[in-house]
């Protein structure tokens, strides 16, 4: 990295020299170039870790199984996600952008929102990670591993880990570590969600009425549309919109 950045500033102008720092600091500790204007008050809408969402709810075991087992027949998919991670002070950080996937695990997101605005980052067929930021960073492009934290999301989720796949691997290893599962008899409606949805909730069985995470799933193709992380040291609600599935992503998307 070092050699890099050394090799770009012989070619650059002493009027970038500041920028370039900022964005090498950024690099290396994952701050945001713009953190200080990331903060937002933002209220829980619905965000309740009490448990259960309604009085009639099932095992969910076999629910997540076939949630497993549906992910898995979308080749490729994209939508459109906003994170709000709730931090002390109600200082809360609003993540939101386009993420594109196509199997095996090609990926490619795009902040859209005020968090890391015009930053992507991609993985592509060889495995590596490329990044640029937004703004006047955006003509320096790096390559790294897709597990750097540089591109973790604002509530330190890895990116290589943002795929439906990947998040319903989270419900069925929490069942595995002994925690259980409760889920709606049916769809139900639910305030600020348009369509009816399943409600399934991950609980340790000490504590039922401690709810850990919350998953609201589509009832046409038992994906979430909004994930509660009661859990996290600093809560989070996420939630997909936009979701298209299996659209025929073209490979020259994952490329940067």
Request: net charge neutral; with cysteine; charged share 30%.
């Amino acid at each position: 990295m070092a050699m890099y950045t050394m090799k770009l500033v012989d070619k650059l102008s002493r009027n970038f020299l500041l920028v370039l720092s900022c964005f090498t600091f950024i690099l290396c500790t994952g701050t945001p170039l713009n953190a200080a204007k990331q903060s937002e008050h933002v209220s829980k809408p619905n965000f309740n870790a009490n448990g259960p969402f309604v009085e009639q709810m099932k095992d969910g075991r076999e629910f997540v199984e076939k949630m497993q087992k549906d992910v898995a027949q979308w080749d490729d998919y994209s939508f459109i996600f906003e994170t709000t991670t709730f931090k002390k002070m109600n200082n809360n950080v609003v993540e939101r952008g386009k993420l594109f996937f196509k199997k095996p695990k090609l990926m490619r997101i795009e902040e859209i929102g005020e968090f890391n605005k015009g930053s992507v980052a991609v993985i592509g067929k060889d495995g590596k990670a490329r990044a640029h930021g937004g703004g006047v960073t955006s003509f320096i492009t790096v390559t790294t591993t897709p597990d750097d934290k540089m591109l973790n999301a604002a509530n330190g989720d890895k990116m290589e880990d943002s795929d439906f796949a990947s998040l319903v691997r989270v419900l069925h290893e929490r069942l595995k570590s002994g925690q259980k599962a409760r889920v709606t008899d049916k769809p139900i409606n639910v305030d600020g969600i348009e369509e009816s949805v399943y409600v399934l909730e991950i609980f340790h069985p000490n504590e039922p009425k401690n709810t850990l995470k919350r998953v609201f799933v589509h009832p046409d193709h038992n994906l979430p549309v909004r994930w509660d992380d009661y859990d996290y040291k600093e809560p989070c609600l996420s939630t997909w919109k936009e979701i298209k599935l299996n659209p025929g992503l073209n490979d020259d998307l994952f490329k940067l």
